[in-house]
């Protein structure tokens, strides 16, 4: 995200932001088999290719989509969070939620995010996608990890979500 908490810019392009070489993308999505998609972030970033994207499963967040018009991600629609308790009980690899503002506001409502990582690039736009949107109550974080990239001069930040009554 920008620095002044954008995801995207307001066309919502993401240009600007400067991939930092030190970060490994292959070992990063090895993490995850799953991937929780908003519309928006679908729209921009379009389908993925099965065979690049392995065995890993897709789930884009949309009304607004139809499953029979995309083969390759699942489609979710009214009854999401409930998906997504599901997705959570089930053995495998950790979750990814890739993109979306909105989505992300949901998720944090339901109780549904367990860490939260995010990369500040140094740029400030003064207007766009925000991170999060449509948050309805505060979200306590603990701060685990913080990595510095020298070469872009990115901040990864990740936190833990404290969990409990009142919290959530």
């Keep these: 995200m920008s620095l002044d908490g954008y995801i995207a810019d307001a066309d919502d392009g993401f240009d600007w932001i400067d991939i930092d070489p030190e970060i490994d993308f292959a070992e990063l999505s090895a993490q995850f088999d799953t ?12 389908e993925p290719e099965m065979p690049a994207a392995g065995k890993a499963q897709f789930y884009v967040f949309t009304e607004s989509l139809r499953q029979r018009d995309h083969e390759n991600v699942c ?7 409930e998906l997504v308790r599901s997705l959570r009980r089930k053995e495998g690899k950790d979750i ?46 603990i701060l685990k990890d913080q990595r510095v990239y020298e070469k872009t001069g990115t901040v990864v930040l990740e936190y833990e979500v404290v969990q409990g009554p009142g919290c959530l």
Excluded: H
């Design 35 to 46: 991937y929780l998609i908003g519309r928006r972030t679908f729209e921009v970033v379009g």
């Design 75 to 81: 489609i979710v629609g009214v009854d999401w969070a």
């Design 96 to 141: 990814w939620l890739f993109g979306g503002g909105e989505l992300f506001g949901s998720l944090c409502n339901e109780g549904l995010v367990d860490t939260v990582e995010v990369a500040v690039m140094p740029i400030i736009l003064g207007r766009g996608v925000p991170f999060v949107s449509g948050l309805s109550r505060q979200v306590k974080l």
